[in-house]
């Protein structure tokens, strides 16, 4: 079965340090990996995803992400963090195959402290 | 502009009554997806459609119905057999096609008994 872990419920990080959020899945086959992010009281905004080429992906408002074939892993990184960043993150796959729906991590918590 | 729309934003459901939450998209998206989210949590698959006039049951079926006469609408009706059903529904719709295609996430629904 497929399956999405996020091993950490919450992240705390400084504003201006760098921040990682980790991810790691079980999936038969090479899947296609996302990352999105949810503010309070708000849908899920797309942040970036790993289709296929290079394993660095960037994404949007400064995130990239990188794909780790052998450790089975996509961790959502980024240089300098912001206390905009704080929101909930979640990590998701989706088979290759026709008509196969997303997987959702738990989703991390990250929260930035000024 | 191409989107997915949820109403109402906020709606409070007296015990026993059924409710419909609404779920609209202009963007020609054959699958469309209902999700619980209870506070600080991930999300849980309700019900979700790849094709007008089917549907399929996800992970936390029991005490909801929809329907997918129209391609452009699924609603979700939270019925008096959903004992908790206090949460945050979120919407989404996605093509069916295995091209690394996201999912895209309306606004959400705050569900409140009272």
């Known amino acids: 079965a497929q399956s999405v872990a996020q091993p950490e419920d919450q992240v705390n990080v400084a504003e201006g340090n760098p921040l990682t959020v980790k991810c790691t899945y079980s999936?038969?086959?090479?899947?296609?990996l996302f990352w999105y992010v949810q503010y309070p009281n708000r849908g899920l905004q797309f942040l970036l995803k790993?289709?296929?080429?290079?394993?660095l992906v960037k994404g949007s408002y400064g995130f990239e992400a990188e794909f780790n074939k052998s450790q089975t892993s996509f961790h959502l990184k980024k240089p300098s963090a912001l206390v905009s960043d704080s929101a909930l993150y979640f990590c998701a796959v989706r088979d290759r195959g026709y008509g196969q729906n997303f997987v959702f991590g738990p989703g991390t918590r990250l929260s930035v402290l000024p | 502009d191409g989107g997915i729309t949820q109403s109402p934003k906020y709606l409070f459901r007296k015990e026993g009554q059924n409710v419909t939450l609404s779920c609209e998209q202009n963007l020609n998206h054959d699958a469309m997806y209902w999700y619980r989210q209870d506070p600080g949590q991930g999300l849980r698959l309700i019900y979700y459609?790849?094709?007008?006039?089917?549907?399929q049951k996800g992970d936390i079926a029991e005490g909801y119905s929809v329907s997918r006469e129209k391609k452009e609408s699924f609603p979700l009706t939270v019925t008096s057999a959903q004992k908790n059903p206090t949460a945050f529904y979120l919407c989404?719709?996605?093509?069916?096609?295995?091209?690394?295609?996201?999912?895209?996430f309306g606004s959400g629904t705050r569900l409140t008994v009272v």
């Open positions: 790993y289709i296929t080429g290079d394993n």
């Open positions: 459609s790849q094709i007008v006039n089917d549907f």
């Open positions: 999936v038969s086959g090479n899947p296609y």
């Open positions: 989404a719709s996605s093509i069916v096609g295995g091209q690394g295609y996201g999912y895209t």
